[in-house]
């Protein structure tokens, strides 16, 4: 023992300094949680196998947590959240409403419609105490149900611009009243419909007095030709006016609230006081910040950007006459340099814009003028995109960052150019119901998340308007997730649970029950009612880890696909899923996407303007964050010269081009630079040289092929049974290959990717299906595979 102590004395140093570090390593131990590994994310260029067996909570789905305003309790919330992670789940998004509650449900039961106040973010606060036991995180729904709004907004309320009109026969002078205010055919269908508008009110602004000369009254819509501002000849509310020659329309635009209100939530007071939120001007969402923001913030200070991660917003399901806002006139004429006033009866439409009526396909316009009318649309829609995005998106984000949040972020059914909204915020999010949750559209979000450098794109998932909200199979659960995994989301957000909670006449809560909540008037519902009573519930643990394997995997690296797909739309159209006639493989799929998805080439779709500000850069289109071998444009109508100017320089680069619709001829919007058609034409005719021209759809993979932008799965037949997804990492590259059809499929494959060994990985058990090191004479590994239906299996090739 004196040596020991002398030994010990004479290298005390030594001693202490092991001492320290042994300490930092158990520390470090202990500080990864169970022993693992630091947050993935510190470097997600790793792809750790022990990982994809065994992935962490943050990769596993998020359960759509629906509560009935704030009637929970605490018992039950530690019960549900305890079955949620027993289940696979990794986080819960709080859905607070009233959706689906009868009216003997809130009067007798006050806690419903506390939404907002302290003792609803106390539960909240609960939620998220117990949540932070289990491992699990939190999402908040920013309000009560959707679209945002509540009871605290007043100034900044939703706005619209009325139209009404007076046809005179000219030459005669006119002195009289104007149109009067008129309700919009809208709101008459909207009425009959659903419960979510105010009585129309006739208290409105006079905006603009114009008129227009018929040109032929016969036409649907009706042409009209020159069109004059009256705002000179107005005097108080009467107009004096020199009627011309010939017949006339005498308009007058009134300004006003739309009076849409949220879909039936929890707040506190009536449902007639819970008003849309003004999307086009910042004083709604500051309304918003202090009626609802500021409150969560100051009641969960403990959670905020830990175990609370971020709010959500959920799809813009807006309505209006023509959406509008105070002052946009003058931000129209500032940004687009010319006056609206004279245009204005162009921009509307027979049914207004109504988000729920246009799934069945827009409305069509009143008026029209040639091409002038398209011109100015595009002007507008412009406009109100910006004003979108710089009174709602922006100052939420500031708002939400400033707190240590996160936002989660639907932008489909708004104003603002769906990538461009996408790329802005943390988490862009698709969903399963909008646009059929088709591939393409899935695309949409996971391809601004690419762009724009954000490593998570999410999907509500699972969503379906169906007549048994428990009717999804096993096989529907797996081809759904398999779909959004495949288009690049991985974040798969599922589609959800409801509190137990028993309504006054002893049924189970489920909000969108079709015989206590009818959609649009019919007895339809949405799916997914998953609770312990659903068929596939015993299913979930292994569903979840094979969903979170994926995730994982494909959350890895940087994305990579081999072709950037312009989107010259604003918006995506959208068509109501439904799984009346099932699901299959390719539902929504456009002959474009059939025919890059049969030659194994990925894509992502890119906007205007990210592709204007496009540069080569080793070959490779950069674009954002994301890079690309090729470029494809269809159904480019019109461009601004920068854009073609870009698209010429990468062809002249060695940028592969493919043109499939020709190309354009003129210039977006009507109060462009002079000669800006002509630009756009000489560029055009240039061009013409520069890129290939595509006559249908089925030539895209040869033409990318024969330049060397090829799939790097290759088969037999030339064409490929599976989707892929990619993703590169520093050790390597990860590939996704998912079979969409419904039966099993085995394929002889080649891969055309460098590595010094390749391995078969199966998200089904975790476990290694096979692995290559030996290459062919032109290096590329080959294997047999065999998917079973709905499935994916993926291959890692390290180098």
């Known amino acids: ?64 947590w629906w509560w009935p305003g704030g009637s929970v309790s605490e018992d039950e919330l530690r019960r549900e959240l305890e079955l949620f992670r027993d289940q696979g789940f990794g986080c819960v998004e709080i859905q607070p409403f009233a959706y689906g509650l009868t009216p003997a449900d809130l009067a007798s039961d006050p806690e419903i419609k506390t939404v907002g106040s302290g003792s609803f973010f106390r539960k909240v606060g609960a939620a998220c105490r117990i949540a932070r036991g289990l491992g699990l995180t939190v999402d908040l729904t920013f309000g009560s149900s959707w679209p945002s709004g509540g009871p605290f907004i007043r100034e900044g309320r939703e706005r619209q611009l009325l139209i009404s009109s007076l046809e005179l026969s000219g030459p005669v002078s006119y002195t009289g009243p104007l149109p009067p205010v008129i309700k919009p055919k809208y709101q ?46 107005l005097s108080g509310s009467r107009l004096n006016w020199s009627v011309p020659a010939g017949d006339w329309i005498l308009f007058a635009f009134y300004e006003n609230g739309t009076g849409q209100l949220v879909m039936n939530p929890a707040y506190p007071g009536a449902l007639t006081e819970a008003l849309i939120l003004d999307h086009l001007d910042r004083r709604g969402l500051e309304e918003m910040i202090t ?45 687009s340099g010319y006056d609206l006033r004279p245009y204005l009866p162009l921009l509307f439409r027979e049914y207004g814009e109504v988000k729920w009526l246009e799934a069945a396909g827009p409305s069509p316009a009143v008026y029209s003028a040639d091409a002038v009318g398209e011109r100015v649309r595009e002007d507008y829609e412009k406009v109100r995109g910006e004003l979108f995005r710089d009174g709602f998106i922006l100052p939420l984000l500031e708002w939400a960052h400033a707190h240590n949040l996160q936002v989660r972020l639907q932008n489909h059914g708004g104003f603002e150019d769906f990538l461009e909204g996408y790329e802005l915020v943390d988490i862009p999010e698709s969903e399963g119901l909008y646009a059929g949750g088709s591939y393409d559209f899935l695309k949409l979000a996971s391809s601004a998340a690419h762009t724009g450098g954000k490593r998570y794109a999410s999907s509500e998932t699972f969503v379906a308007m169906v007549q048994d909200p428990q009717g999804l199979t096993r096989d529907d659960f797996y081809l759904l997730a398999g779909r959004a995994l495949s288009a690049g989301i991985n974040k798969i957000i599922h589609h959800g649970y409801p509190y137990l909670y028993q309504r006054t006449d002893g049924s189970r809560w489920y909000p969108f029950d079709g015989a206590y909540a009818p959609t649009f008037g019919m007895s339809s519902t949405f799916s997914s009612f998953s609770d312990e009573s659903h068929p596939v519930w015993p299913d979930f643990p292994e569903l979840n880890a094979y969903i979170a394997r994926l995730a994982y995997a494909f959350s890895r690296g940087n994305p990579r696909s081999e072709i950037a797909w312009l989107y010259p739309e604003r918006v995506f159209p959208d068509l109501i899923a439904t799984s009346s006639q099932g699901f299959s493989a390719g539902q929504g799929d456009t002959p474009v996407t059939a025919a890059l998805k049969a030659a194994g080439l990925t894509y992502d779709r890119v906007n205007r303007e990210r592709l204007t500000g496009a540069t080569v850069v080793n070959g490779k289109l950069k674009i954002g964050a994301a890079d690309y071998s090729g470029l494809l444009i269809t159904g480019l109508q019109a461009a601004s010269p920068e854009l073609l100017e870009t698209v010429e320089a990468a062809a002249r680069a060695g940028i592969t ?17 002079a000669g800006g058609d002509q630009k756009v034409a000489a560029i055009s005719k240039r061009l013409a040289g520069e890129v290939r021209e595509v006559a249908a759809p089925d030539e895209l993979g040869e033409v990318f092929s024969s330049a060397g932008v090829s799939s790097p799965v290759l088969t037999v037949e030339g064409k490929l049974p599976f989707l892929l997804n990619r993703r590169v990492l520093r050790e390597g590259e990860i590939i996704l290959l998912f079979n969409e059809s419904g039966q099993d499929l085995a394929e002889n494959i080649k891969l055309d990717i460098p590595g010094r060994k390749a391995s078969i990985l199966d998200p089904q058990s975790g476990e290694k299906a096979g692995e290559q090191t030996e290459k062919d004479s032109f290096g590329r590994f080959s294997f047999q595979i065999r998917i079973p239906s709905r499935r994916a299996m993926v291959v890692w090739v390290e180098k």
């Open 188 to 233: 008459g269908v909207l009425e009959m419909m659903m419960n979510g508008m105010a009585p129309f009110s006739g208290e409105a602004e006079l905006v603009a007095v114009t008129a227009a000369r018929v040109v032929d009254p016969g036409r649907v819509p009706v042409e009209i030709g020159e069109m004059v501002d009256l705002s000179d000849s």
């Open 291 to 335: 009626g609802f923001g500021e409150p969560l913030a100051a009641n969960l200070q403990d959670y905020l950007g830990g175990t609370l991660r971020s709010v959500f917003v959920d799809s813009f399901e807006l309505v209006g006459e023509l959406p509008w806002t105070a002052g946009f006139l003058d931000s129209f004429a500032s940004r």
């Open 1 to 64: 023992m004196k040596r020991i102590s002398f030994w010990i004395r004479k290298n005390r140093w030594t001693v202490i300094t092991g001492m320290v570090l042994a300490g930092v390593a158990v520390l470090a131990f202990f500080s990864c949680g169970e022993g693992r590994k630091a947050n993935p994310d510190s470097d997600p260029d790793i792809f750790d196998l022990a990982l994809w067996k065994n992935p962490p909570a943050q990769f596993r789905p998020c359960f759509r």
């Open 657 to 673: 081009v493919a043109v499939l619709g020709g190309l354009p001829q003129r210039v977006p919007g009507f109060g462009t630079d």
